[in-house]
């Protein structure tokens, strides 16, 4: 068989078989598929897209291109949970360490930011000691003592989809559902999880601009799911505004210790979407019969202090100093040189957000990184101070910054003020969770 003729195939608009994809992710891993080879491929796969059969089957190839985790000698079903990259989304900081107090076990491995969106690994980082390095069998041994952690996926994870991603990127097939699909569950898959909550963002902050995108793509994961026999559920939720008031490391990890500490209404968008993923894992694993129990199991965890205290577990047994993990403590990790108000220059309503622009404003302090070498500031951000729907008076705070580097503060002062709109009448707000799939 020549790859040519596969090219053709799909460009024609045919449909790949199982071994026509397995040789394909074969050959280009081990080198045999030239880079322009597999542009032209995934070009016509962008263009005429893959059955669902197809899909999985792209997604089997790709996980079994480099490790694969096995957890199955650890006990219980295996919940994990994927965000989209989003902007103040710092769910997983709060559903680890909950659904672990509930009985879950969650051996979590987790991604850097880059851009506008923060990564969980940085969050932790940003607890002193925390390590987020850790051999596969300390990794499992704090499973066992408790419940849940988090590491970075190993190096040898999914390489087809790291060289996939990197040709991806500067050929224009970025955009591609089954693309997009097969590359975050081969990865899920590939790290040992039973069950995958998945949520996925639409919005000024997303990946997924439009919300049909955004169904299209949850739809195609649940697909790949149930091809592959694994329980996957997946969530659509608004990313236009940041998910939580905080956007930065330290200041992201307050706030999850703070919602651990029942410091968070549950009107809060946060809270809603840890509690609707978190919902869906205790139920999709069957550790509540349903999602009212389930959402019981939880506010209990909160209630108690269980969820807290499997957080400050965590970040003991990876080596950090877990005294932080405190509502009170956790403040010295945010300070800074000084604290910038932003005051709104008019007065009306919040009618619109650009989360992105929000997220990079983060960045551009030193939340973040603009390429993969930068190096974080772990206590700067910012702290937004209302929400869309707000009404806000001339003068008000919009957020706070949190500064240790002032040098283009003027820049990033303007860029928060684009990223806000305050119009006189109310616009409308949709809810945050959209759709349950
Ligand atoms: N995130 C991924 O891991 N892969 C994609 O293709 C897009 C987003
Ligand atoms: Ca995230």
Same mark, same amino acid.
Request: charged residues 25%.
């Given at each position: ?53 197809? %899909? ?10 480099? !490790? ?46 880059? /851009?506008?969106?923060?990564? %969980? ?7 002193? /000691? ?30 087809? !989809? ?185 007065? /009306? ?27 974080? !500031? ?60």
């Amino acid at each position: 068989m020549r790859f040519v003729d596969l090219i053709e195939k799909k460009a024609d608009g045919g449909v790949l078989s199982r071994e026509e994809i397995k040789a394909m992710i074969t050959g280009y891993v081990n080198g045999d598929i030239p880079d322009y080879q597999m542009s032209a491929m995934m070009m016509a796969i962008r263009l005429n897209g893959m059955s669902a059969e197809e %899909t999985a089957d792209l997604t089997l190839a790709m996980m079994h291109s480099g !490790d694969v985790v096995d957890l199955s000698d650890l006990p219980g079903v295996k919940l994990d949970k994927h965000s989209t990259g989003g902007v103040g989304d710092t769910t997983t900081l709060v559903i680890v360490p909950l659904v672990a107090a509930c009985g879950g076990t969650v051996a979590k491995m987790s991604g850097r930011g880059l /851009g506008h969106t923060g990564g %969980t690994l940085d969050k932790l980082e940003s607890i002193p /000691g925390t390590c987020i390095e850790q051999p596969m069998e300390v990794f499992k041994d704090i499973v066992r003592k408790n419940g849940a952690a988090v590491i970075g996926q190993s190096a040898n994870l999914v390489p087809a !989809d790291k060289m996939m991603y990197a040709l991806r990127d500067v050929t224009g097939t970025v955009r591609s559902i089954p693309l997009i699909a097969s590359s975050i569950m081969s990865k899920k898959l590939a790290s040992g999880a039973d069950v995958i909550v998945l949520d996925i963002k639409t919005g000024t902050g997303a990946f997924m601009r439009t919300e049909k995108e955004a169904f299209e793509l949850a739809h195609t994961m649940v697909d790949i799911g149930t091809h592959l026999d694994r329980k996957v559920c997946a969530i659509v939720t608004d990313m236009d505004q940041p998910l939580g008031m905080a956007v930065g490391n330290a200041l992201e990890v307050r706030e999850a210790v703070q919602l651990l500490s029942g410091m968070i209404p549950e009107t809060d968008p946060l809270y809603e979407v840890c509690m609707v993923l978190a919902v869906r894992m205790l139920v999709l694993g069957g550790l509540a019969a349903d999602s009212e129990e389930a959402e019981n199991m939880l506010k209990r965890a909160i209630d108690n202090g269980s969820g807290l205290e499997k957080l400050r577990n965590m970040i003991a047994l990876q080596g950090g100093d877990a005294s932080y993990i405190d509502p009170v403590r956790i403040d010295e990790l945010c300070s800074v040189r000084k604290l910038v108000e932003l005051p709104a220059r008019r007065s /009306g309503y919040i009618s619109g957000m650009n989360a992105e622009g929000i997220g990079n404003a983060a960045q551009k302090l030193g939340a973040g990184r603009a390429t993969k070498d930068d190096i974080i !500031d772990p206590a700067v951000g910012l702290i937004m101070r209302v929400r869309l729907g707000d009404k806000i008076e001339e003068g008000d705070s919009i957020c706070t910054l949190y500064v240790n580097d002032d040098s283009n503060l003027p820049e990033i002062m303007e860029q928060l003020y684009d990223a806000v709109r305050i119009t006189e009448e109310p616009a409308d707000t949709r809810p945050m969770v959209l759709a349950v799939i």
